[in-house]
């Protein structure tokens, strides 16, 4: 089945990458002899643009930092002020209006080019659905391994394995996402999320049959994805795998993503702000200033990257963790 011709750029851009994922996955399901539903998940992943608020953020930012920049050199130019006449004249108005402009215009680019990025690897489209390009990785790995004769080499297995525990935080992001859009109680929450535990732990018990016989535990995983994919396509969220696919209990390991999504997080902010030091670094703000600013800069922008990318409440379970993890100092005596 051929891709529809969209004629708008980004559309085209989108949904090019799209038949790049799925086609391979129809191939491995065929492969495998098991349904995949094509159509409803096409509709599932059709592009959605971004609005105005992707700008909202960096703008807000800018104007922060741009103010920061006026008010400093205000008070550098102000008699009586930081600078004296040995230490330096302070910066052109003009100067600092380009130097202004400047971080505005690089400010847009980066942007921009996350925007076109995020065209590029199909992920404007409803959070609900992104788990599916996860599903699709999983679902030709299995066929693959489960195809090959003798049964894959021990790398193919790992990674294979690897691609079965990359599937379970798509997926529990995306419940969490649909959950707190709908504005759902407690008690369906709860029901939820213990659906996404068995689905986790069944995902790892198959993983984990790799090391007894990797044909029938490849196909197994093969399985698991269709049908994950299918349900996802239809929505069925509490039903993602049937309950004979599913383990009487979760098993209760922690889950070993919550560290890579943090320091993705973190790597993303220390990024931002190393740029944004070098930025103010070069109109002279003094580093007494600087270091205690950036600290503060990079933990407000790791949350906030955790928030938009796992929403308030996974963002917010996340540095609880954390906290979790910190001694804590004896209570003082009575």
Same mark, same amino acid.
């Given at each position: ?16 990458h ?13 492969a495998?002899g ?6 409803? !998940? /096409?509709?599932?992943?059709?592009? +959605? ?13 800018t !104007? ?5 920049? &006026? &008010?400093?050199?205000?008070? @550098? ?36 080019? $996350? ?9 404007? !489209?409803?959070? #609900? ?16 391994l ?37 504005? #759902?109680?407690? +008690?369906?929450? $709860?029901? #939820?999320n213990?659906?996404?535990? /068995?689905?986790? &732990? ?19 995983? @093969? ?14 969220? #509490?039903?993602?795998?049937? +309950?004979?696919?599913?383990?009487? $209990? ?8 919550? @560290? ?49 990318r ?19 100092s ?5």
């Amino acid at each position: 089945m051929t891709a529809p011709g969209w004629r708008h750029p980004l559309r085209r851009l989108h949904h090019r990458h799209v038949e790049k994922k799925l086609a391979p996955a129809i191939e491995a399901a065929d492969a495998l002899g098991v349904p995949l539903d094509a159509i409803r !998940i /096409r509709a599932a992943l059709t592009y +959605e643009p971004a609005g105005p608020g992707v700008f909202a953020l960096p703008a807000m930012l800018t !104007i922060a930092i741009c103010s920061v920049l &006026a &008010a400093y050199n205000e008070s @550098g130019c102000t008699p009586g002020g930081r600078l004296t006449p040995e230490q330096g004249a302070c910066a052109p108005s003009a100067t600092v209006g380009f130097g202004m402009l400047g971080i505005a215009g690089f400010v847009f680019l980066v942007v921009a080019a $996350a925007v076109v990025t995020s065209i590029r690897e199909g992920q404007n !489209i409803n959070p #609900t659905y992104r788990p599916f390009y996860q599903a699709f990785d999983l679902l030709r790995a299995a066929a693959d391994l489960a195809g090959s004769d003798p049964a894959g080499r021990y790398s193919e297995t790992v990674a294979l394995s690897r691609k079965a525990v990359e599937l379970r935080q798509p997926l529990r992001v995306a419940i969490n996402h649909t959950t707190a859009t709908f504005g #759902t109680g407690k +008690e369906l929450k $709860a029901t #939820t999320n213990r659906h996404i535990e /068995r689905v986790e &732990a069944a995902l790892g018990l198959a993983a984990d049959d790799l090391l007894v016989d990797r044909r029938a535990a490849a196909r197994k995983l @093969g399985v698991l994805a269709a049908s994950i994919s299918n349900n996802l396509a239809h929505d069925r969220f #509490t039903g993602l795998l049937p +309950e004979a696919a599913l383990p009487a $209990a979760a098993a209760l390991d922690p889950d070993r993503l919550d @560290g890579r999504r943090l320091m993705k997080a973190c790597r993303l902010a220390g990024i931002f702000v190393f740029v944004l030091a070098v930025a103010l670094g070069r109109f002279g703000v003094e580093a007494v200033i600087l270091v205690p600013a950036a600290l503060a800069v990079w933990l407000v922008v790791s949350f906030l990257l955790l928030c938009h990318r796992h929403g308030l409440a996974e963002a917010t379970r996340l540095i609880r963790s954390i906290r979790s993890l910190l001694p804590v100092s004896p209570a003082p005596p009575v």
